[in-house]
């Protein structure tokens, strides 16, 4: 099993533009995470999905941010417009369990 | 919902000496304690975990202790080596409702040569 698979790796943007991030689970799993980690705040929960239907969002910072799962080998992210303090790591991660979490390699996005 | 404070935010040790990562929760139904590995640039990796019904548990360098009482549990690493240098997250949830986990802001640990 290769694992959670993320692309892009790296995203460089101009403010204003639309940015998708993408999200492959290892599959059998059930649950879907997505992460942002930057220095300031660490590790943060955006949004996770049970079975493709999205449970708590409570973590998206702004209406910018929407995230969707149409099958469950596929999720995206999408910030739209993006703006610079948009910049970190977004990671997706995938679980058979609600307390666990196989982490993808990250999207490192920066805005400018 | 669930609070994880952790200590200290980094710490560097000699190679070879003992290194000590500390963690509280708020919630006392929390019972499922996992510890992250984060080596730079990398993703946050699984080292070891820990469940409410034991106090310790052990794998070669690495241990876990858990106070439930005091709502605490603690990364222990023996014989440091250059390679244990990385962020380390300890985060916590009870498996059996439907939360998720709640992380620590990391601990960046330097083991000096």
């Known amino acids: 099993d290769a694992g959670v698979i993320q692309s892009p790796r790296h995203e460089v943007t101009e403010m204003g533009q639309e940015v998708t991030l993408r999200c492959k689970p290892i599959?059998?799993?059930?649950?879907l995470f997505w992460y942002r980690q930057t220095m300031m705040r660490g590790l943060e929960l955006l949004i996770y999905?049970?079975?493709?239907?999205?449970?708590?969002d409570s973590g998206m910072p702004e209406d910018r941010f929407s995230a969707k799962m149409p099958n469950a080998s596929f999720s995206t992210l999408k910030i739209q417009p993006s703006e610079p303090r948009d910049s970190a790591v977004y990671f997706c991660?995938?679980?058979?369990?609600?307390?666990?979490?196989?982490f993808g390699q990250g999207t490192r996005l920066t805005v400018v | 919902g669930e609070n994880v404070e952790q200590h200290p935010s980094t710490l560097s040790v000699q190679e070879g000496d003992s290194a000590v990562i500390k963690c509280t929760y708020s919630?006392?139904?929390?019972?499922?304690f996992p510890w992250y590995k984060q080596e730079l640039g990398k993703r946050p990796q699984l080292i070891i975990d820990?469940?409410?019904?034991?106090g310790e548990k052990k794998d070669q360098r690495i241990a876990v202790t858990l106070n439930k009482t005091a709502k605490h549990f603690s990364l222990h690493i023996t014989e440091t080596q250059p390679e244990d240098s990385a962020v380390y997250f300890c985060?916590?949830?009870?498996?059996?409702?439907?939360?998720?986990?709640?992380f620590g802001s990391g601990t960046q640990l330097t083991v000096l040569p």
């Open positions: 991660a995938s679980s058979p369990r609600l307390a666990e979490a196989f």
């Open positions: 985060a916590a949830t009870s498996s059996g409702s439907a939360r998720q986990l709640t």
């Open positions: 999905f049970n079975n493709n239907v999205p449970i708590d």
């Open positions: 919630d006392s139904a929390s019972n499922y």
């Open positions: 820990i469940r409410s019904n034991v």
């Open positions: 599959s059998g799993h059930d649950y």
